[in-house]
């Protein structure tokens, strides 16, 4: 989030990816209803609620439940917003295999509980593809509007940033 890049930004990848493979659909949906158009923010309004399984691709007749909810934990805790949150790639895989439990994940990461998402579907315009865009802030910052913005890279990728 502040540009720096690290192993961690990968393990956030991961948990995303993960997050997209046991729902079945991907990151962000602007043809779903509004509280379900981006799935990291339903997968921890469901986890808080204790309905994590209902994240599960609906296509899938018969799954080991335990097995989702790993994944669902260990999604959770690959995707905090501070990288010192988000666990090694080795303690990934020992969650995922069973050889070390799951780590409580008790706090939804920060990025969903202050800011609101602006409609993604002009987000998303192929207009906005080479500019900046605007988020929006639903809080202020020791005293100042923080201002995240996702900025264009070379591939035309959104990349977080603040200004």
């Known amino acids: 989030m502040r540009g720096h890049l690290t192993e961690k930004a990968d393990v956030f990848g991961y948990g995303v990816v993960a997050l997209e493979v046991l729902s079945g659909r991907p990151n962000s949906d602007p ?20 309905r994590g399984l209902e994240l599960v691709d609906q296509t899938l007749s018969d799954f080991n439940e335990e097995e989702a909810k790993r994944i669902l934990g260990v999604s959770l805790l690959c995707t905090q917003a501070s990288p010192s949150l988000r666990p ?13 439990e799951v780590s409580n994940v008790t706090s939804r990461p920060g990025y969903l509980t202050d800011w609101q998402f602006s409609d993604l579907s002009s987000f ?25 913005t996702f900025v264009a890279d070379a591939d035309h990728l959104p990349v977080l940033s603040h200004t």
């Open 31 to 50: 043809s779903l209803e509004k509280e379900m158009i981006y799935l990291l923010e339903r997968a921890w309004y469901l986890h808080e609620n204790n």
């Open 88 to 100: 090694s790639m080795s303690r990934v895989v020992a969650m995922l295999a069973g050889d070390i």
């Open 124 to 148: 998303m315009s192929e207009d906005n593809l080479s500019g900046t865009f605007a988020l929006g802030s639903s809080s202020t910052h020791g005293g100042s509007s923080a201002n995240p």
